[in-house]
């Protein structure tokens, strides 16, 4: 980790420079992964080209700056239909096929000097104009796609966490689905992907108790994750092995096995904080084998594969956006198209519309400020015009 003697913010055009270098990184990863895509293509494969391609042109990016890291800043993962999260399978482990129809959930990150920018997207298999998604898969890409959307205009400077929790069950529940339960969003730091403020997403009792509340401010930076199910957002550990982990930084202990040792210094070395998967290890069972006693002290988070019930499928969208003096700034996007998805559904609310109908575009504001309309303006915080994003 570097010194904390002066943290680095999007206030300075070097470190902006970083997170926009990261993000095309990450958005050409995603569009590569999702390209190759279809019926009868291999996961692994997947999270294999889209780390591999991350790899190469984070390899090709400062150079000169030899002792700068840079890289993976989450692994590839794609998961399908009811599985929720962290699907990133290892060589040894069952691989999965991909047919059409499958709801597929892209999920990757990409980091220049610690600076992070994470992207995720859902699409169905073998979806096309002339045949679009009808049922429950377009009502809960379409629910996904619209929080990111509504997210994307309340994440900025003076508004709180909690409106965008609202939003989002809002949204949601017009499309008859939920949240996944308990779901963050994290601010984003250098070298750290779990910044403390958070977005929650459809909080128990509980949660909503003990969650911090917090105003977002110029110069920070979020990964804004949406997760939504057709079910009742409840996602539970599966069972499947855990491939994907992150050095808990806070912790240290005295690990007894060489084995055990050696495979830390290995994820110290290559990748500080930053999650890891164990298909990034030459010797992938010793890698499994390190891993254990690690985990077991805690010396290691991990990223459980999780599961919404059979039968239930789960959509995902996630963008980095930095808020900067002048508005906030999306770094990372899916690949959403509106015509291959038809659902019976939309959003009700006057309010949650005319937020989803403003512009998230910066250029656009500027533009159009003096004719913006006092009653929009009040409702979103942002004029109504037309939009970058939104469809």
Known sequence: MSDEEQEQTIAED???????????IANQALRLVVEAAKSGVSVLSLCEKGDAYI??????????????????????????????????PLKSDPDYTLKDGDLVKIDLGVHVDGFIANVAHSFVVGATKENPITGRKADVIKAAHLCAEAALRLVKPGNQNTQVTEAW?????????????????????????????????????????????AEFEVHEVYAVDVLISTGEGKAKDGGLRTTIYKRDPSKQYGLKMKTSRMFLSEVERRFDA????LRAFEDESKARLGVVECAKHELLQLFSVLHEKEGECVAQFKFTVLLMANGPHRITNGLF?????????????????????????????KKKKKKASKTAENATGQPPEDTEAAE
């Not at 070097?14 to 095309?24: E, Q």
């Not at 339960?181 to 994290?186: F, K, N, V, W």
Request: proline share 5%; hydrophobic share 30%; with cysteine.
């Open 14 to 24: 070097l470190v902006v420079t970083k997170y926009k270098m990261g993000g095309d």
């Open 274 to 277: 930053m999650p890891f998967t």
């Open 55 to 88: 790899m190469t042109e984070t390899g090709k990016v400062f150079k000169k700056e030899k002792e700068m890291k840079k890289g993976i800043a989450f692994p590839t993962s794609v998961s399908v239909n009811n599985c929720v999260c962290h699907f990133s």
């Open 169 to 213: 069950n809002k949204i949601a529940q017009s499309f008859k689905c939920s949240p996944i339960e308990g779901m963050l969003s994290h601010q984003l730091k250098q070298h750290v992907i779990d910044g403390e403020k958070t977005i929650i997403q459809n909080p128990s009792d509980q949660q909503r108790k003990d969650h911090e509340k």
């Open 337 to 365: 198209d509106p015509e291959l998805y038809k659902s019976e559904h939309e959003v009700q609310d006057p309010e949650l519309m005319t937020l989803l109908q403003s512009s998230a575009s910066r250029k656009t504001q």
